[in-house]
């Protein structure tokens, strides 16, 4: 036949392609440094690890986070140049089949403990006719066939203990063998193509075609690699490749395109064929009618073996550079890089404050900069804002009714005539112009603009009047609150989000305003008044952004709905919505993107699936265009995804425990139940725990959950972190369950049982026995004292106990008086000096943070100088009794000395330590302290320290602490100020 019509017949059986779009392979040895650099196979096993057969490296198992190596060699034939390990096969009974270039095969069985040895040297039932070899297969009558280059062999699987030879077959080197549905066995040799019966009887030796006299000068009978496909045989040879057609019984035709020496073929799906050689990796699609130039990728890459896990990552074992892996999954998550400024490294994290779209150019406020990405052209554009200074948060952009672009930013409101033209101030009026710290901005059809302003509440600038008065709203006045976000449109209402204070509604003809907020008074109660968007489905249905969780309100029916982790949110930190994708709402949440269905009212989770990164996912960052296209903002970038486009799949992974170390012990793969735990050696310091969920392309997204029987059961949140620890658990049964956070079935969950043991000298038999010994032998001695005796001992132990009772009351009276101040009841130094190195300890140990603050009450002295010192001392006195009122139980208050006190907050980050510190100075200027008849005003200036190295002494947080207070006093007093390296950016 000729070989158009072979083709011709392959193109009409076989199914196009969809692997055709451009292949990215990642290299595993750029993201793991004891990656193989010379590998030449690879499998899974049935728990789902991934295994390397590599030459330097031996055999190695890959969670997806470690590679731990595996010995199946002594020391001596380590020593070897001939150890290499270049062939596996994981049978139908999960034991796994390790061949050596040089010392046979080696058989572990499930637990992966050495069950056979074959090899030239072993006993007759166990011996190879080589050391070399180089393929394994199972056929379908569950014999394992091993090739060398001196011949082949088999064993039964159910009778590993005994090689048997096929007499008909010679002694050739076998370089692969497969099987077809028939039951014939084909087998790659160096001789040719042979083909076997299933019985074994019949063997059957293929003829090469004629051959050109340069091919015959490259050994033209040695077939290197074979593929079964539905037609026929692919062969890989030195000469390229060939195909064997069932239908003919004959080789038929040879592709017209130079492979070098291919080793390895595979077929990702029908129609389409990759060749691995020595020359790289080739791409062919046989789907077509006339043969083409293979696509050609990893142009310097020894290809030796391909291999799909079981969730479709592809992975290529190469001779020199390594292993690669590239995911065939479909890209549903198209990302865009945010523009870099000039002297900005390459993928340096931009923080995005806001992101619109207006027609086909999203806008983004990025850093210190207003940019914009041309949808349609596919190109950033930067928008200079003249100012003096930098801005720190551009919050908003909006286009009115005449097309023109308003910008509000921390500096002012700027204005442009186009998309294209400079933004400006010179066209607004004077008292526009003054505005600063603008947070949000709307523009109303009739040319009004709605801006909000930081602790300032929301500003009207009626129909853009050029006189530039305005109309103010006093709402969000209190301290660090503002209209964060504005939603304006054709109806009578405009609605306003607030950062502290809830959601508010202006009505436009009759200027009422109503406050939606978490009180019992709210005509529909929020489950928080900090809210960060809102997303507007109609006049009545409204969807929040909560730190609570995804709020849906519905006006009309006075109804509410609040949706958080237990009904499959991510988390229930909500920071963007859109509600525009008709029957689904899309939220982004800090640990991912999610889609609810208003149908089944259930989530969609894309936070593994997208490959981002959900801690940089940026606040009210989620449009829609006209066309469909959803548009996400992170700091890493946008990306781009249309959901009626997207390919759902999920991962058919599984969790595992990977190894368990106790102290230098350690469990590779423990198996465990809580029948039969493990026993872990007592006087063990640390445990850990390592685990993976075995899908090995988004191992990066990948979120884990756990819970811990020894503490409680709750489930805890450790994000990407794929391993805990635990120090000193006591004595006893420990059960261990960890899972993956975003798929939460039964094979995504894990479980490990252990159990340590009491030491001998806590064994409670051993110690029942000691006492019965001890009481017997004080009852001897007691009967063989006499009564005179027994009188004389109890008064001199009863006057012994006297005096020790006293002495150590004494003791302790004398150790308190010397750690407290006698004025204030409070710890001295001494005592804070011990109590600050114990929480240093514990801080350091459970990697938390702590914060010292010292306060000094101010004009003290006048206080002395004006009322006398006795009035001084009640000052101290109420002084320390206010503090102590307001502090937690953990948190350490002391006096430092004079009029100043030191106070020490555990697990407290500045921003809490802020918040504590001004309650206090508020409780202090609130005192009512009369000495006299006179009433004595008070104010403290505090100076708070957190230091990035815990470990510092206390001298070293204590000046840090002065220097901020110094600069307290410095500044004007009673204020909180924050110690940084450069004591003029301390903040207030």
């Known amino acids: 036949m000729h070989p158009a019509l072979i083709w011709c017949l392959l193109s009409a059986l076989l199914l196009p392609c969809s692997l055709l779009a451009s292949m990215q392979f990642s290299s595993l040895a750029q993201q793991h440094a004891d990656a193989p650099l010379i590998s030449y196979d690879i499998k899974q096993d049935q728990k789902g690890y991934i295994w390397f057969a590599s030459e330097l490296d031996g055999l190695q198992r890959f969670d997806g986070y470690e590679l731990s190596r595996r010995n199946i060699l002594t020391e001596t034939e380590l020593q070897s140049a001939m150890a290499n390990v270049n062939q596996l096969l994981v049978d139908s009974q999960q034991r796994l089949w390790v061949s050596t270039w040089g010392q ?24 190879l006719p080589s050391d070399r070899a180089q393929s394994f297969f199972e056929d379908q009558q569950q014999r394992i066939w091993i090739g060398t280059v001196e011949g082949l062999r088999y064993v039964h699987s159910t009778d590993p203990g005994r090689l048997h030879q096929v007499q008909l077959l010679p002694d050739i080197r076998v370089w692969q063998v497969t099987q077809s549905d028939n039951g014939t066995l084909w087998l790659a040799t160096s001789k040719g193509l042979y083909s076997l019966s299933a019985d074994l009887q019949q063997v059957e030796h293929q003829p090469q075609p004629a051959l050109s006299d340069e091919d015959v000068s490259l050994n033209p009978a040695e077939i290197r690699t074979l593929l079964l496909v539905e037609q026929g045989l692919w062969l890989g040879t030195q000469l390229g490749l060939f195909f064997f057609s069932f239908e003919l019984g004959q080789i038929t035709s040879r592709y017209p395109a130079e492979f070098g020496v291919i080793n390895t073929l595979f077929q990702p799906e029908p129609g389409q064929l990759w060749v691995g050689s020595g020359a790289g990796l080739f791409r062919i699609n046989t789907g077509l009618t006339q043969p083409q130039t293979p696509e050609h990728f990893l142009q310097t890459a020894d290809i030796r073996k391909f291999f799909k896990d079981q969730t479709g990552v592809i992975w290529v074992a190469s ?6 892996k590239m995911n065939p999954l479909p890209e549903n998550f198209k990302a865009v890089p945010l523009p870099q400024k000039p002297g900005m490294a390459e993928k340096t994290l931009r923080r995005i404050y806001s992101q619109t779209i207006i027609d086909d150019r999203i806008w983004l406020g990025v850093d210190h900069d207003l940019v914009s990405y041309d949808l349609k052209q596919q190109r950033w554009q930067t928008h200079r804002l003249p100012t003096r200074r930098p801005h720190n948060q551009i919050q908003a952009v909006t286009r009115d009714h005449h097309g023109q672009y308003w910008v509000g930013t921390d500096l002012g409101l700027f204005v442009s005539e186009a998309s294209d033209q400079e933004f400006s101030q010179k066209s607004l009026p004077d008292t526009i112009r003054q505005l600063a710290g603008i947070t949000s901005v709307a523009a109303d059809a009739d040319g ?17 009047n050029p006189q530039g008065q305005l109309e103010h709203y006093s709402i969000t006045s209190q301290p660090g609150d503002a209209v964060i976000s504005i939603i304006s449109d054709t109806s009578d209402s405009i609605w306003m989000v607030s950062r502290f204070s809830g959601l508010y509604r202006l009505e436009r003809h009759t200027g009422l305003i109503s406050r939606y907020h978490s009180g019992a008074d709210s005509l529909i109660q929020l489950p928080t008044d900090v809210l960060l968007c809102l997303e507007k489905v109609n006049e009545h249905q409204l969807w929040v952004c909560t730190n609570q969780g995804l709020f849906f309100m519905d006006l009309n029916q006075s109804q509410s709905e609040l949706y958080q982790v237990e009904q499959g949110l991510p988390d229930n930190r909500v920071v963007a919505i859109n509600a525009q994708e008709p029957g689904s709402v899309w939220v982004s949440t800090k640990r991912g993107l999610a889609e609810l269905n208003l149908t089944s009212k259930t989530f969609k989770l894309f936070a593994e699936k997208a490959n981002i ?51 230098q012990k350690q469990w590779l793969d423990p198996q465990s139940t809580a029948q039969d735990p ?13 685990f993976s969920f075995l899908e090995y392309f988004f191992t990066d997204g990948h979120q884990y959950q756990y819970r811990f029987s020894g503490s409680d059961r709750e489930w805890h949140y450790i994000g990407h972190q794929h391993q805990v620890s635990f120090n000193r658990l006591p004595p006893g049964h420990y059960s261990f369950e960890v899972r993956n956070s975003l798929e939460h079935s039964e094979h995504s969950t894990a479980r490990l049982h ?17 006492c019965l010994v001890g009481l017997l032998s004080l009852w001897l001695m007691w009967q063989g004292r006499t009564r005179n005796l027994h009188q004389q001992n109890s008064k001199l132990n009863e006057l012994v106990r006297q005096r020790t009772a006293d002495l150590e009351q004494a003791n302790l009276a004398l150790n308190q008086q010397a750690r407290t101040d006698f004025l204030t009841k409070l710890p001295n130094r001494l005592a804070f000096s011990e109590q600050f190195e114990l929480l240093q300890r514990q801080a350091i140990r459970q990697k938390s943070s702590f914060t010292l603050v010292l306060l000094d009450i101010d004009h003290f002295k006048s206080i002395n100088d004006s009322y006398g010192h006795d009035a001084g001392d009640v000052v101290l006195a109420k002084v320390a009794q206010s503090l102590s009122q307001r502090l937690r139980q953990q948190d350490v208050l002391a006096r430092w000395g ?14 809490g330590a802020l918040v504590v510190c001004e309650e206090l100075r508020q409780c202090l200027m609130q005192m009512d302290i009369v000495y006299d008849k006179q009433p004595i005003l008070v104010t403290a200036t505090f100076g708070v320290a957190q230091l990035n190295d815990l470990q510092l002494d206390l001298v070293r947080w204590q000046s840090a602490a002065d220097i901020a207070l110094y600069q307290g006093k410095k500044t004007g007093r009673n204020k909180v100020v924050v110690y940084q390296d450069d004591t003029a950016d301390n903040a207030e």
């Open 104 to 127: 046979g095969v080696t058989l572990l069985d499930q637990q992966l403990t050495i069950s056979m040895r074959y090899h030239t040297k072993a006993s007759p039932a166990q011996q």
């Open 319 to 324: 001779r020199n550079r390594g292993v690669f």
């Open 448 to 464: 009004s603009l709605w801006l909000g302003i930081w602790e300032k509440g929301l500003v009207k600038w009626p129909q853009q």
């Open 613 to 663: 990164n959900a801690l940089l996912l940026e606040t009210r960052a989620l449009n829609r265009t006209a066309s469909g296209q959803f548009w996400l903002g992170t700091a890493a970038g946008l990306y781009q995804f249309t959901p009626r486009l997207m390919q759902d799949y999920k991962f058919n992974a599984h969790m595992v425990i990977s190894k368990l170390k106790a102290d």
């Open 678 to 690: 493990l026993e872990v050696p007592a006087h063990t310091k640390e445990i850990s725990i390592h």
């Open 754 to 770: 252990f159990v340590i043991h009491a030491p001998l000298w806590q064994d409670k038999r051993l110690w029942l026995f000691v």
């Open 898 to 911: 004079g009029e100043e006190f030191i106070l020490l907050l555990p697990d407290t980050s500045v921003q």
